[in-house]
């Protein structure tokens, strides 16, 4: 196991695919955010399939854990009573999340009736677990919003990823406890709808995320996205907030650590 080198004081990357890097990339994604400060990194997995490779890139990492679950593009690939395999890697101390799971009718990857029920089944699961969801939300905040008010997750603990779902969709999340996930968005000069939520916002409710190696904040844009980058999204975040960037790092971490309890913080 590597322990964590200690740089400057730094945020966790709340979200990165790592395992959607180039194979000989990821440690060296990994070293680098460190010597920028981050003190930590959730990867989300996709498909069942990649579980074990996910387990495995934590368990040679104090300071990585995962979520483990099925994204909405992956809905089809979900099988029959695959809650049970689910439960069984969820054990895992290092799997402190379900997920990524949710829906997104902007690309209709799966069907989306399909999507829905394997989302009802992993936040159920979760519910049952008591572990937090991950959810990712593209263009179906009405049908979101009908699925969460269900009483039946009226305890559901969520981080609404990459938000980007305006200020009335921010408003009702808030309500139900969720927290909201910001990623290079943040910095993008026509992204007032990813801003505007920052003053409804409670302070301990933001978390900040890459989404590695999607959405590359500026000056990156349009290159490929590196949890270290998870340090300019914070600088934004705080200049939004009227903080210091130590203050925004410190109290998204502790955010952190307060939805994803199963997560130890490393060294
Ligand atoms: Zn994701």
């Keep these: 196991m590597t322990s964590t080198s200690l740089g400057p004081i730094g945020p966790i990357d709340s979200h990165c695919h790592i395992q959607s890097l180039p194979e000989d990339l990821q440690e060296a994604a990994l070293d680098g955010a460190r010597e920028r400060g981050v003190r930590g ?13 996910l387990l495995e890139l934590c368990h040679r990492h104090d300071d990585v854990w995962c979520s483990l679950g099925v994204h909405p593009h992956d809905a089809s690939s979900w099988r029959e009573g695959e809650e049970k395999r689910l439960t069984e890697l969820l054990a ?3 799997a402190v999340a379900v997920g990524e799971c949710g829906l997104d009718f902007h690309y209709d990857n799966s069907p989306r009736d399909v ?20 959810v990712h939300n593209r263009d179906s905040n009405g049908r979101m919003l009908e699925v969460i008010r269900d009483p039946r997750f009226a305890d559901l603990q969520a981080d609404f990823h990459s ?26 000069n026509r992204a007032d709808n990813v801003r505007e939520v920052i003053p409804i916002l409670p302070l301990d409710r933001d978390l900040v995320e890459t989404d590695t190696p999607y ?29 210091a960037y130590e203050e925004t790092c ?13 997560a130890r913080p490393a060294g």
């Design 115 to 134: 999507q829905e029920r394997v989302m009802r089944t992993q936040w159920e699961l979760a519910t049952e677990l008591g572990l937090p969801v991950v």
């Design 41 to 53: 990194f959730l990867v989300p997995a996709i498909r069942l399939d990649q579980s074990e490779e």
């Design 215 to 243: 959405l590359a904040p500026v000056p990156h844009r349009g290159k490929r996205n590196l949890p270290e980058y998870v340090v300019e999204i914070t600088e934004r975040l705080a200049t939004e907030r009227g903080e």
């Design 250 to 262: 410190r109290r998204t971490t502790e955010n952190f650590f307060r939805l994803f309890e199963k």
């Design 92 to 94: 895992d101390p290092k």
């Design 163 to 188: 938000f980007a779902g305006g200020k009335e969709m921010a408003e009702e999340l808030i309500a139900h406890g969720c927290y909201l996930g910001f990623t290079g968005m943040i910095t993008f």
